[in-house]
């Protein structure tokens, strides 16, 4: 069992997109994301084609080294229109298509014949997100009676939001892994986990607010067990979103939005969130004064870090007579991903 050294789960947003684009090579390389499509909620099957491509060209274009498609949120109706529209990216592309025990035993079948026609391979998506419940062991089972031994499979254990009020995550995600991994010959196995939390106006009223990484500490807390296993097991996270924002169906059309953003930073074991302004006559100095508040920690890691951190220090020392380099609120989640990221891989190759 071998596997890639980091698996992000990413929206097909162009935040995402984007960030994933901006990585240095070397660091893209080492990475293989999990793409997960919005819901679409009401989409007609017929249009559905369209719509799956609007979000899944730009991530397709960047994912040179491979990577899996998931559509975790589609409903019943749309389970052969949305199989087959991402078969394409499956096919053509370097994607490989994701099921999962909870799925429905139509979008299973789609996902495996997919697979075998596309040759990279299944990813198997477990999610665990409160105690494991051992009936999920024999349905991934009969999930990999019918897939057969032909196919290579991936296992993507998901153990959902994982902040400080789950401290037993640790326990369940071993649990769960010590049922999951005899089960196959699995080519690779992934722990994921959502660390960052649901970013509100309230928490960032008071200044800059700081939460642990207690994903992180989950897979470490894994890692530190000995099983035979675990040396190869690698780390996924849902980079600096909560798990929640990918089960947002788009709004199109839709102005506005709060006054308020955040700047996110990713150090050895917290998440620091510091309070922007998307309008207003106070924004350009509010802003640049969050970028600072950012590069002057003593864990900055310096603006030749990556491409984040050179964001952040042209934004805390840009003038403020122009709004240029202050960003917005896609812009700020790029600059999140982009930093999360880059120190990811570099914190788990120890460079």
Same mark, same amino acid.
């Given at each position: ?73 589609? /409903?019943?109706?749309? #389970? ?5 529209? %991402?078969?394409? @990216?499956?096919?053509? =592309?370097?994607?490989? $298509? ?24 299944l990813g198997v998506r477990v999610r665990v997100t409160a105690e ?88 470490? /807390?894994?890692?530190? #067990? ?5 040396? %190869?097991?690698? @780390?996924?996270?849902? =980079?600096?979103?909560? $798990? ?108």
């Amino acid at each position: 069992m071998s596997g890639p050294l980091y698996v992000p789960v990413l929206p097909t947003k162009p935040h995402a997109a984007g960030a994933f684009r901006l990585l240095w090579p070397d660091v893209r390389a080492s990475i293989r994301p999990l793409w997960n499509l919005p819901p679409l909620p009401g989409v007609a099957p017929e249009s559905l084609g369209t719509m799956v491509g609007t979000y899944v060209d730009p991530v397709s274009a960047v994912s040179r080294y491979g990577g899996w498609i998931d559509a975790p949120f589609g /409903e019943n109706a749309q #389970t052969a229109a949305l199989s087959e529209a %991402l078969a394409v @990216y499956c096919e053509l =592309g370097r994607l490989r $298509p994701v099921t999962g025990p909870e799925r429905t035993v139509e979008q299973q079948a789609a996902a495996v014949e997919t697979a075998r026609r596309c040759l990279r391979g299944l990813g198997v998506r477990v999610r665990v997100t409160a105690e494991w419940d051992g009936r999920l062991g024999g349905d991934v089972r009969d999930l990999l009676d019918r897939t057969g031994p032909e196919v290579p499979l991936d296992l993507l254990l998901d153990m959902g939001a994982v902040l400080d009020d789950r401290p037993d995550a640790g326990k369940e995600a071993l649990r769960a892994l010590d049922a999951l991994v005899p089960l196959a010959v699995w080519r690779s196995a992934a722990l994921l986990g959502g660390g960052f939390p649901r970013v509100t106006a309230d928490m960032l009223e008071e200044g800059p607010c700081e939460a642990s990484r207690a994903e992180w500490s989950m897979w470490h /807390e894994v890692r530190a #067990t000995g099983r035979a296993y675990t040396p %190869l097991l690698g @780390y996924g996270d849902y =980079g600096v979103q909560p $798990p929640s924002a990918l089960a947002q169906a788009p709004a199109p059309g839709r102005k506005g939005g709060p006054p308020w953003g955040a700047l996110r930073y990713t150090t050895d074991s917290s998440y620091l969130l510091v309070k922007t302004l998307t309008r207003g006559p106070d924004r350009i100095a509010v802003n640049r004064a969050a970028a600072r508040r950012i590069t002057e920690l003593p864990e900055f890691r310096g603006g030749e870090a990556g491409q984040g951190e050179k964001w952040l220090s042209d934004c805390a020392h840009g003038p403020l007579t122009t709004s240029e380099g202050v960003g917005g609120p896609t812009e700020w989640l790029r600059v999140g991903d982009l930093q999360h990221m880059t120190y990811v891989v570099r914190s788990l190759s120890g460079g």
